[in-house]
């Protein structure tokens, strides 16, 4: 999927930075593009993107200290500065843009649902959110900020890829400690996802086809990314469980949003060398997913690639039932109990359309 990416606020940049990197590095050419948005000049400087300042004459450039309602309002106000720095990336090559933020602050929070709508009105391509949801330690602020947050942008966003923070939390490690190795890992899942269909080795109509990922997005709402990999033989037929195996690893310890295995649909993408893909153990993965995810929706295909190992990309959209959202939600709602200041109840705001989103 050729796709523009669109960082909003400081996760958001950093993240969009990994996946360019990932992308360039891998030499997949799915990432056309990238830009970084921020209200804070100094998130900005680092970055080795183009970038737009916004809100400069309300915030002087010294960002909105986890207020999203005001992160939203900035973009309100400027997005046609932004729009203005998109539309010359905006070729016809590209497919998708990816609007990329933590939920949980204020500039991405905030911002990245202006973004997605504006963004929506203008363009017929999709466009994606992909959002990084607060992990368990981190302050009220986060998870009231994020429960709003994600309301307002699966609305507005073709289909919201969420990365929960908490997923990358090992043993004894703080998540602000662990940012750089998190990134790269959310990055390694999303970018082969893009890339999945923009595979140019190898034929048959068992590559995974860029049209495959947009329909499985098409479930909307909420999806999730899996990844995982092991050492492949040179022989397909002593592959079967290497491919079984890596796909179960994809869903079940790999997921970005754990536990998130009640979908509407799937995609398997099995990466590696053809010669090396077991056809049989990419059908039995298939059916796998097909009774774990309870969707008969279930896409399969490969993504040939100069390896020795085989790797699983595993996409599950419309997994909003899950119970991992359900538990993030009842965080955010144990966060507004505990300080009753903080803005209207997320949770009941996500399945109440009565009461008043972000937007
Ligand atoms: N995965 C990941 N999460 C991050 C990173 N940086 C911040 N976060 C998370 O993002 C949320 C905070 O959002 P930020 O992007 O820092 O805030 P912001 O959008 O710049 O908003 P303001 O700082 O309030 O202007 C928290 O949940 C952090 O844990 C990062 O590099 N990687």
Known sequence: MKALLVGVGQAGGKLTTALSEFDAEMGFGAVRDALAVNTAAADLDPLPLDTVLIGQSRVSGHGVGGDNELGSELMDEDSIEVLDALAPRMTAEIEAVVVVAGLGGGTGSGGAPVLVRELSRVYDVPIYALGVLPGRDEGALYQVNAGRSLKTIVREADATILLDNDAWRSAGESVEGGYAAINE????????????????????????????????????GMAAVGYASSPAAEDAGENV??????????????????????????????????????????????KWLQEETGSMQVRGGDF??????IAAVVLLAGVERSKRVE?????????????????????????????????
């Open 327 to 359: 538990e993030f939600l009842e965080r955010a709602r144990q966060a507004v109990r505990d300080e009753p200041e903080a803005k209207p109840d997320p949770a009941t705001a996500f399945h109440n359309d009565e009461i008043d989103d972000l937007l």
């Open 241 to 286: 469980n290497t491919v079984t195996s890596a796909v179960r690893s994809a869903v079940m310890t790999g997921l970005s949003l754990p536990s998130a295995t009640d979908a509407d649909a799937g995609l398997v993408a099995v990466a590696g060398d053809p010669d090396r893909i077991s056809r049989k153990g990419a059908e039995k993965a298939r």
């Open 304 to 309: 040939p690639m100069n390896s020795d190992r």
């Open 185 to 220: 890992s959310m990055a390694k899942r999303v970018g082969l996802l893009l890339a999945a269909g923009e595979a140019t080795q190898g034929v048959g109509e068992s590559v995974v086809d860029t049209s495959e990922v947009i329909n499985t997005l098409r479930a909307g």
